[in-house]
């Protein structure tokens, strides 16, 4: 019980957070080449889904230039200045308050993942992630070019209730290594037990599917009990069909990178009125404006 109450220091997490991240990375690529290999036994490795998964990488690298080495400070000095002078507790970071954050930050993740599927903008962004046809670990690694700001407005409240600005940090890392994990066709159904749970490749196969009844399913980052709670969630059934409804047919990184911006671009600028092109930026994609309107 004293490990329980045991108070760590800031430093301490961080150096948890840059460790485990970076081991974990590593962990990927070794398993991204199982999969490869195993694509190969299966002679069914060829240059579009080596191109794809290079893309992936590259879109990556675009969105770790940008986001996290341009904007990180402000990222994570946004939650000083809430935890400074909005908080309204001080927690101490403890084994209690770790596991505490962590299911906080996957709840902050089902709405803010559930936002970029249902507001135009939101998908603009997250739709580069989407856009792969195919679903392995390097999928995961697939972003788009604001992704890495629609998270600060979610985890915020965090901030606000007192757990301290770099457990938040660490609680969304290990909730981002966790989905990463999940972008793997090699690993099939798990135990019923744990398919109730928490989320499982299976489930974000599901996520990742085009078909019709997969759409805007299984939104869940650990624990796909929010999907069940929130009504979102959807089985494995069917053989899922990857992608995006309107087919990308590119593996060019900077098409794949910016195309949901400028399809919204293209949208809003193309509109009869601002109305209507706040429509576009606002409303789910694939809305369409009133013709009379």
Same mark, same amino acid.
């Given at each position: 019980?004293?490990?329980?109450?045991?108070?760590?220091?800031?430093?301490?997490?961080?150096?948890?957070?840059?460790?485990?991240?970076?081991w974990? /990375? =590593?962990?990927?690529? &070794?398993?991204? !080449?199982?999969?490869?290999?195993? *694509?190969? @036994?299966?002679?069914?490795?060829?240059? %579009?889904?080596?191109?794809?998964?290079?893309?992936?990488?590259?879109?990556?690298?675009?969105?770790?230039?940008?986001?996290?080495?341009?904007?990180?400070i402000?990222?994570?000095?946004?939650?000083?200045?809430?935890?400074?002078?909005l908080?309204?507790?001080?927690?101490?970071?403890?084994?209690?308050s770790?596991?505490?954050?962590v299911?906080?930050?996957?709840?902050?993740?089902?709405?803010?993942?559930?936002?970029?599927?249902r507001?135009?903008?939101?998908?603009?962004?997250?739709?580069?992630?989407?856009?792969?046809?195919?679903?392995?670990?390097?999928?995961?690694?697939?972003?788009?070019?604001?992704?890495?700001?629609?998270?600060? /407005? =979610?985890?915020?409240? &965090?901030?606000? !209730?007192?757990?301290h600005?770099? *457990?938040? @940090?660490?609680?969304?890392?290990?909730? %981002?290594?966790?989905?990463?994990?999940?972008?793997?066709?090699?690993?099939?159904?798990?135990?019923?037990?744990?398919?109730?749970?928490?989320?499982?490749?299976s489930?974000?196969?599901?996520?990742?599917?085009?078909?019709?009844?997969?759409?805007?399913?299984?939104?869940?980052?650990?624990?796909?009990?929010?999907?069940?709670?929130?009504?979102?969630?959807?089985?494995?059934?069917?053989?899922?069909?990857?992608?995006?409804?309107?087919?990308?047919?590119?593996?060019?990184?900077?098409?794949?990178?910016?195309?949901?911006?400028?399809?919204?671009?293209?949208?809003?600028?193309?509109?009869?009125?601002?109305?209507t092109?706040?429509?576009?930026?606002?409303?789910?994609?694939?809305?369409?404006?009133?013709?009379?309107?």
């Open positions: 019980m004293d490990f329980l109450n045991q108070v760590f220091s800031e430093n301490q997490v961080f150096a948890w957070e840059t460790r485990i991240a970076d974990f /990375f =590593f962990a990927s690529i &070794l398993f991204l !080449l199982f999969e490869l290999v195993r *694509l190969l @036994v299966r002679k069914s490795l060829n240059w %579009q889904v080596i191109g794809d998964t290079l893309t992936n990488f590259v879109t990556f690298f675009a969105f770790f230039i940008s986001n996290i080495v341009v904007l990180g402000f990222y994570v000095g946004a939650y000083y200045l809430i935890y400074e002078y908080s309204i507790a001080r927690i101490p970071i403890t084994p209690w770790i596991a505490l954050c299911v906080a930050a996957d709840f902050a993740y089902y709405w803010e993942h559930r936002f970029t599927h507001v135009g903008f939101g998908w603009a962004t997250h739709t580069v992630h989407h856009s792969s046809p195919y679903f392995n670990i390097s999928v995961a690694y697939r972003f788009g070019p604001i992704d890495g700001i629609i998270p600060l /407005f =979610f985890h915020a409240p &965090l901030a606000v !209730l007192g757990f600005p770099l *457990l938040i @940090v660490f609680s969304e890392t290990m909730v %981002q290594i966790y989905q990463t994990a999940l972008h793997t066709e090699v690993i099939g159904k798990l135990p019923k037990p744990v398919e109730a749970v928490m989320n499982t490749p489930h974000h196969r599901v996520h990742h599917g085009s078909n019709p009844q997969y759409l805007d399913k299984n939104y869940a980052g650990m624990f796909i009990v929010w999907d069940r709670l929130f009504g979102t969630f959807e089985e494995e059934r069917e053989k899922v069909v990857y992608g995006i409804t309107e087919p990308l047919n590119s593996v060019n990184p900077i098409t794949v990178f910016f195309h949901g911006l400028t399809r919204l671009y293209r949208q809003m600028a193309g509109a009869r009125n601002a109305r092109a706040f429509g576009f930026l606002l409303r789910p994609p694939g809305w369409t404006p009133n013709p009379k309107a």
